[in-house]
């Protein structure tokens, strides 16, 4: 049988501020465990939480890169549920009126409806050793970015690439406006996953089955594909999905049964009463609005249109945004877009993909850059000083006159070399012109080479030895 | 309002009765009951309202520094190198 | 001279004046706890009061002229004083530390006040009589019989029995007043927002919050100057202007006017505080201060509103005492969901138990919108009937308690029995303007009642220079 799958997505991002979400401590990792902790993180008796105002603003800058309708008035509910990572036993978050309602991100050729953005606390860590679980709240309080897929509206995400697609999209947009870093491998980004199947083309929709909080693009990828072939399997039989939430084994590569719908909890939310609605005014919107930085997607036509990359080459300027930005930071020293996009391409994005930390200053890749183009330098000597000057403080420039790498000739004097070498081999020259073979170019070059003991542009020697032979 | 009802109660509330306080707890909490049923004849349908706060006006993000683990820990019934303890659960 | 007879305004004068020092009055405060421990006001007097006078002295020689120097004070078992156990009345919390100072507590200690014990109270500030205390009952300090009242029972009869000149407990449902009134004292709940809730352990958060006990007006004023204000760690704190209570007392209030809502007098009928509650209309009548009529429709729904908000928001705020991060866990527990179930059933008190299961009741899918949403509606809709009232007088008075304080264990088992003492002062909490019972008359038996005094949101000021009408009135008819 053939069926139509929907797939919800629930993003959680982590929040790039300061403080928490509700309270002063650091917003930051540590090592020592309940050490960015006060009495209101720790849920203590007495203590009452206090709005982050940042954590809203930068709510509303997620929530406005997508495209997002801003809520004028926001509410934060507790969501009422025992666990030992939950130091108050609720943990406040929003229900009935998110900061960021009604948007969408597009996914090949389809916009993808999202419900809604709210902003809420994470919990503390559990680990668990022995015949012991440790508890630890640094992580608890720091503010979340929820989004929720609208998946009860056309178009549906239907595959796992698609998904994928969508949580890379995401993750690029989060990470441009600055909202947050979604370091997967920290959990900085995390989504559940709600599958169901519906006999194609039917209107009804099938028993959603959930999967918690898995880490890491490849796993969701994973995860999905195997939930659609189980209910896929369990519909052919002629059996029914079962509603309930299922965990994902990352190293087993299968689903496990978390919870069923009998024991689903009853969460209680109601309007956290610590806590007063925020007002957003429109004034405060455009504010938030003016501080966003331009979009991937806008760059992308940008990139396109006026630079005429091709769209290949500018998603992978696009991909990484330290890499954007510094292209960016090149391209506004040195007007040359194609050029400097194929130097990132061929050379930075290789040393990247080699393990290398991106550790060069725009001064030095457009030195690099303008000295070939100007013929000062050779490409290749250009690549050894792109790797000297890697991960230094080191000026290419500087590092080029001490190495003796400078093409110090001038261009009449390297035509006079090349002059005197084509009268010296007129037999060479003739026999180019009888035999066409790009070889014996190179070997004329070659000879200019010699002469001027390498410090010519071998660029320019080829050029202008093609000019007076063809 | 049914044992099975109050014992549900009990799960989310994290409690457990003897079948003893059960029994008197069904006398008690029908009376309860009866008392928030009042609200029902209540006559109306607006929206409450909200005790607001101009989104500018909230906590600015500016760090402090926090407590010390000691403190925190201090009235904890099971701890151990800074954590928090329980028995290891299982889910 | 009976220094424990003064008010803390005479006490900090005579501190001043050298005639004392801050030492001898915390010892004579404290001998005085010590005589009546049978009354069981007090939980614990804190080993450190006297060394704390002791440095106060030093202080006030050296010029420091606190608004409470040297004046000593008994806080509610429930609000948090760094280093100090706090156990909200409960067996759950009894060996639990502050680790952080409350700012009432804070801002009492910055003016100088010394802090000598801590006061006995119905668990978790759930009862109107301490009886649900795990440390036994606060008597009367009237008649050792009956109850002090509650839930800040402790507090209340601490003042009266000159254990000390204030006293602070807190309010969620009549919490300060009604003992205010057993007890025969001034117990203010004060607006909403008014004073910071930081670092008192919350019952019901949208409508708790910290009352004050005196003997007089003027130190009930003083306490509020002190404590009431903006706090930058209570987002529902006011930051509103705090008046200059104490000075304005004495305002001519006798051109204002007073509002009697017509259903209160309908509520009063055949109830032991009717007789009285007409005295006190009559007696400022006469004393040609003008009276109207009014009207708030639906004050009868408070009872039922407060017992479902209230619970609700208790349910929610107890789930943290879980055996986890504090309080004790039960020995027997072999695993997490019995350190959460044996621990809160063995912890928590019955009266406890009963009010989490009745607000996760109301806030359970399901029952959710009418019960939680329902009660928030009618919240809404009494604010307005009240706003609407106060467009037609300044003060809005009725009776504090049904009838005078009852005798110990005399209630029935039925809960809903004694809910309903809370029926007249719920309604200030669940609307959040400021109300003081203020000592007025007696009951059949002899023994205090109370009247109290409404006005509108932050207008604390009115009130006072109302009751103080009142005191010269009564003053004046001895």
Not at chain 1, 381 to 391: Q, R, T
Not at chain 3, 135 to 156: L, T, Y
């Amino acid at each position: 049988m053939v069926y139509d799958v929907v797939i919800g997505l629930e993003v959680h991002a982590e929040l790039k501020t300061q403080t928490k979400c509700f309270c002063s401590c650091k917003n930051e990792y540590s090592k020592v465990p309940n050490s960015n902790c006060c009495p209101v993180c720790v849920g203590l008796p007495g203590a009452l939480p206090i709005l982050n105002k940042y954590a809203v603003e930068q709510t509303i800058k997620a929530g406005l890169a997508l495209g997002f309708e801003i809520n004028n008035t926001a509410i934060f509910e507790r969501k009422n549920y025992f666990y030992p990572d939950l130091a108050k036993a609720y943990q406040i978050s929003q229900l009935e009126k998110p900061i960021c309602i009604n948007g969408h991100l597009r996914v090949g050729e389809k916009d993808i409806p999202i419900n809604r953005i709210h902003l809420e606390e994470d919990a503390g860590k559990l680990i668990h050793e022995g015949n012991q679980t440790f508890i630890d709240y640094n992580r608890g309080g720091v503010p979340l970015i929820e989004l929720v897929t609208d998946a009860l509206k056309e178009p549906h995400i239907e595959t796992a690439d698609e998904a994928i697609e969508f949580l890379t999209k995401l993750r690029q947009i989060y990470i441009y406006a600055g909202v947050s870093d979604c370091e997967l491998e920290k959990g900085q980004m995390r989504a559940d996953v709600n599958i169901s199947l519906k006999p194609k083309g039917s209107k009804e929709f099938g028993t959603k089955v959930e999967m918690k909080n898995i880490m890491g693009f490849k796993s969701i990828h994973k995860a999905i594909e195997y939930e659609i072939a189980r209910q896929k399997e369990i519909l052919d039989d002629g059996g029914e999905v079962e509603q309930e939430t299922r965990k994902w084994d990352f190293e087993k590569g299968e689903s496990y049964t978390l919870r069923t719908k009998e024991n689903a909890e009853d969460y209680r939310y109601f309007p956290d009463p610590d806590l007063l609605a925020v007002k957003i005014s429109n004034e405060d919107i455009e504010r938030i609005k003016s501080t966003l930085p331009i979009m991937p997607g806008e760059l992308k036509e940008k990139y396109v249109n006026e630079y005429n990359l091709s769209e290949n080459d500018a998603d992978i300027i696009l991909a990484e945004k330290e890499i954007t930005d510094l292209y960016n930071e090149c391209v506004k020293l040195y007007f040359q877009p194609k050029t400097v996009a194929n130097w990132f391409i061929t050379e930075i994005l290789a040393r990247i993909k080699g393990g290398a930390k991106l550790d060069i200053s725009k001064e030095n890749i457009v030195w690099l850059i303008k000295a070939v183009d100007e013929r000062k330098i050779q490409r290749n000597s250009a690549k050894d000083l792109l790797s000297f000057v890697w991960g230094t403080n080191l000026s290419a420039e500087e590092e080029a006159k001490k190495q003796g790498l400078l093409a110090d000739l001038s261009d009449d004097f390297v035509v006079e070399v090349l002059n005197k070498v084509l009268e010296e081999k007129a037999q060479v020259v003739e026999q180019y012109k009888r035999e066409q073979d790009p070889k014996i170019l190179n070997f004329l070059v070659g000879q200019v080479m010699k002469e001027t003991r390498g410090k010519a542009s071998a660029q320019l020697v080829m050029e202008k030895l093609k000019e007076k032979i063809e | 309002m049914d044992k099975k009802e109050i014992k549900h109660l009990a799960e989310l509330s994290k409690l457990e009765f003897t079948d003893e306080e059960l029994e008197s707890f069904d006398f008690e909490f029908e009376k309860l009951i009866e008392l928030a049923d009042i609200i029902k004849n209540a006559n109306i349908d607006g929206e409450r309202k909200l005790n607001m706060i101009d989104m500018n006006e909230l906590r600015e993000d500016n760090p402090k520094s926090g407590y010390s683990s000691e403190i925190l820990l201090e009235n904890a019934p099971d701890k151990k190198k800074g954590y928090f303890v329980v028995p290891r659960i299982v889910e | 001279m009976d220094i424990t007879k003064l008010s803390a305004l005479e006490i900090k004068k005579h501190i001043k004046s050298g005639e004392v020092t801050c030492e001898e009055v915390t010892r004579v405060f404290i001998s005085k706890i010590l005589e009546n421990k049978k009354y069981n006001a007090v939980l614990e007097v804190f080993d450190d009061a006297v060394e704390n006078a002791k440095a106060m002295d030093i202080k006030i020689k050296d010029g420091f002229n606190g608004k409470l120097a040297g004046v000593p004070i008994i806080i509610k078992d429930n609000i948090l004083y760094s280093g100090k156990i706090c156990s909200c009345g409960s067996k759950f919390m009894k060996d639990y530390i502050a680790q952080y100072n409350s700012t009432v507590v804070k801002r009492m200690l910055d003016e100088g006040a010394i802090i000598i014990a801590r006061a006995n109270m119905d668990e978790f500030a759930m009862g109107s009589s301490t009886e649900n205390s795990a440390f036994g009952v606060a008597h009367n300090p009237i008649d050792f019989e009956r109850v002090a009242g509650g839930s800040s029972g402790g507090s209340a009869c601490a003042v009266a029995l000159d254990m000390c000149p204030i006293a602070l407990g807190t309010e969620t449902g009549g919490s300060v007043r009604q003992p205010a009134s057993f007890c025969g004292i001034y117990g203010l709940k004060p607006s909403y927002g008014r004073i910071s809730r930081y670092g008192v352990v919350a019952f019901a958060s949208s409508l708790d919050q910290v009352g004050i006990f005196s003997k007089t007006l003027e130190d009930n004023a003083l306490m509020l100057e002190v404590i009431a204000g903006g706090d930058n760690n209570d987002e529902t704190s006011s930051k509103t202007k705090v008046d200059d209570y104490l000075s304005e007392i004495d305002k001519d209030s006798t051109n204002i006017t007073i509002g009697v809502p017509k259903e209160i007098i309908e509520m009063v009928k055949g109830l032991p505080c009717e007789v009285n509650f007409h005295n006190f209309i009559k007696v400022i009548k006469d004393n040609n201060i003008k009276t109207k009529d009014i009207s708030i429709k639906d004050v009868g729904l408070g009872l039922a509103t407060y017992y479902i908000l209230a619970p609700a928001e208790a349910a929610s705020n107890l789930a943290k005492f879980d055996g986890v991060k504090y309080t004790s866990r039960d020995n027997n527990a072999k695993n997490l969901q019995e350190i959460y179930k044996k621990s809160r059933s063995k912890g928590f008190g019955k009266e406890v138990k009963r009010r989490i299961m009745l607000g996760n009741y109301v806030l359970s899918s399901g029952y959710y919108d009418a019960y939680y949403k329902k009660a928030k509606a009618v919240q809404g809709l009494l604010i307005e009937e009240y706003e609407k009232a106060f467009d037609e007088c300044d003060i809005i008075i009725m009776p504090t308690t049904l009838g005078e304080a009852y005798k110990i264990g005399s209630k029935p088992n039925d809960p809903v029995e004694t809910y309903k003492e809370d029926i007249f002062t719920v309604t200030a909490n669940i609307v959040g303007i400021p109300s003081l019972s203020i000592p007025y008359g007696k009951g059949k038996e002899g023994l205090p009642l109370g009247i109290q005094i409404m006005s509108k949101k932050f207008n604390e000021k009115t009130i006072y220079s109302f009751a103080k009408t009142i005191e010269k009135i009564v003053k004046k008819e001895d």
